[in-house]
């Protein structure tokens, strides 16, 4: 047995079978796949991300290529000015003027007040790091400690980097049930389960149920995953798919430095007419080329230039615009949010603007979606021994409150509600629509503004103000009547004296 079996053998597990034997190939022989991308064995073809699936979930990375994923996005984020911007920019859109988790009962409100800005969780601080390192990681995993005396929840933080693997539900893929973490130096490793509102017995099969019980007992915690198949394992990053180009971006910058080197470098050409080697060559070791601001002095039969090197380089605007727009278009940025643009205009910009607008909205629904169900966790614990929570009560429901992705163009939105109410009120006027409905179509102007009723509701109350201002005038224009009758219409108990009737003439 060769030592390289033998350090093999060290590694194997005793389950593990010995692959069939196979018939021998002939040692020039190349093996390809019947369809596939370019091979990785291929000469001069090496990917920055490197190769490899999962062996036991095809819609995962190996855990080498995890990592390394991981590790190189990290990186990119730090060196990469292109890279930075691409996780940057979003990252400022979503987050810049703050977040807020909200609820309409004052208690839980104050719930989640003292855990939102509780000292070790802090997430006015710590809410961006961590949706940073959501887009670049790929995952999230916060380990849950609950105070046991009062429901107090506070989250800890675990590194992606150390997650081993993911463990999926067997009776359902696309559920993860538990975390494994990356042993120690000392072969010490955790197992999260995975936090599911509600009791195990409710929402898993027996079985799955039992798994969580018995094998996932070092705790709990919360697990978000973005760029995942549904039936994958582990999230991904943002830039997998433009780390080889960021690169190589960066690679054709530095080349360019090196070009614009050489193209400010120049040598002296001395041309002499009519002279033999051994003058020529005496010349040559005499020469010094001249200073600045100096003088040469020479007869008719010396010559001397400086020449520039003529590298024929390609337009590197060009090229460097068409790389630059490959890895922004991926992140779906437009150019001119890096400095480029060209032609474009303010007009053209804000409509180039909108795909990316629609990708954030996406990411903020998730990062919505993540803040609430948080939310909610901490009222369940902290409801524990007392009030089932009813989620589908207004008052038990959690809402993460983010900012505004983009100012919107008030007097834009102002002509649109003056032309719709203008429009409404003729049409009621002429009895083709009813109040109601009228009202729903200022409603969804109204929106615009970020103003939102219900229709029916607002129709009421602004029906009772009605009525009482109406009162209140016939009131005030009652000064001539007698102070009893004055205080009748006030109170409403009165009508208004009918106007007297003209007197009439001889």
């Given amino acids: 047995m060769s030592w390289l079996e033998k350090v093999k053998g060290m590694f194997s597990t005793p389950a593990e079978a010995a692959p069939p034997a196979t018939e021998s190939k002939p040692s020039g022989a190349r093996l390809t796949e019947a369809a596939g991308s370019q091979s990785a064995s291929e000469a001069g073809w090496t990917r920055l991300t490197g190769e490899g699936m999962g062996k036991q979930n095809e819609r995962d990375l190996t855990p080498l290529a995890q990592e390394r994923m991981q590790k190189i996005a990290e990186w990119l984020w730090q060196s990469n000015l292109l890279a930075n911007r691409l996780v940057e920019l979003p990252l400022a859109y979503l987050l810049a003027e703050g977040v807020t988790i909200q609820c309409k009962n004052e208690a839980r409100q104050m719930q989640l007040n003292a855990f939102w800005n509780d000292p070790i969780n802090n997430w006015p601080l710590k809410l961006p790091p961590r949706v940073r390192a959501l887009g670049l990681l790929g995952e999230q995993c916060y380990i849950c400690h609950v105070n046991e005396a009062n429901g107090f929840v506070r989250l800890g933080y675990l590194n992606p980097r150390q997650i081993a693997t993911v463990v999926m539900d ?68 943002d830039l997998l798919g433009q780390m080889d180009w960021l690169d190589a971006y960066d690679n054709f910058l530095f080349n360019e430095l090196d070009r614009i080197e050489y193209l400010r470098s120049f040598v002296w050409d001395v041309k002499m007419t009519g002279a033999d080697p051994e003058s020529v060559k005496k010349y040559q070791q005499e020469f010094k080329p001249p200073a600045p601001n100096s003088t040469f002095v020479h007869n008719d039969s010396i010559e001397l230039k400086a020449i520039s090197p003529t590298l024929q380089a390609a337009d590197t605007a060009e090229s460097a615009s068409l790389l630059r727009n490959h890895v922004l278009g991926g992140g779906t940025l437009p150019e001119h949010w890096f400095g480029g643009g060209g032609d474009v205009n303010r007009a053209v910009g804000a409509e180039m603007g909108e795909p990316t607008f629609k990708v954030l909205t996406s990411r903020q629904s998730m990062l919505k979606i993540m803040l609430e169900e948080i939310g909610r966790f901490v009222l369940w614990f902290g409801a524990r021994g007392g009030e089932q929570p009813d ?27 003056q032309g719709v109410v203008t429009a409404v009120g003729q049409m009621i006027e002429t009895g083709l629509l009813t109040e109601e409905t009228g009202l729903k179509l200022i409603g969804d102007v109204a929106q615009r503004f970020g103003q939102a009723f219900d229709a029916k509701k607002e129709l009421e109350e602004a029906r009772k103000e009605h009525a009482q201002r109406k009162k209140e005038r016939q009131a005030e224009d009652s000064f001539n009547l007698p102070a009893d009758v004055r205080d009748a219409l006030k109170s409403g108990q009165a009508a208004p004296a009918p106007a007297p009737a003209p007197a009439a003439q001889a």
């Fill in 170 to 237: 067997p009776d359902n893929p696309e559920q993860p049930i538990g975390v494994v973490t990356k042993k120690d130096s000392k072969g010490r490793y955790n197992k999260y389960r995975v936090v599911i509102l509600g009791e195990d017995e409710e929402h898993f099969t027996l079985r799955t149920a039992e798994i969580r019980a018995s094998d996932f007992t070092d705790g709990d915690c919360l697990l978000y995953q973005v760029n995942k198949f549904p039936d994958g394992s582990r999230g991904r990053s």
């Fill in 391 to 417: 989620w589908s009560s207004d008052e038990w429901k959690v809402t993460a409150v983010f900012p505004e992705l983009q100012s919107k163009d008030v007097a834009k939105f102002a002509a649109a509600m």
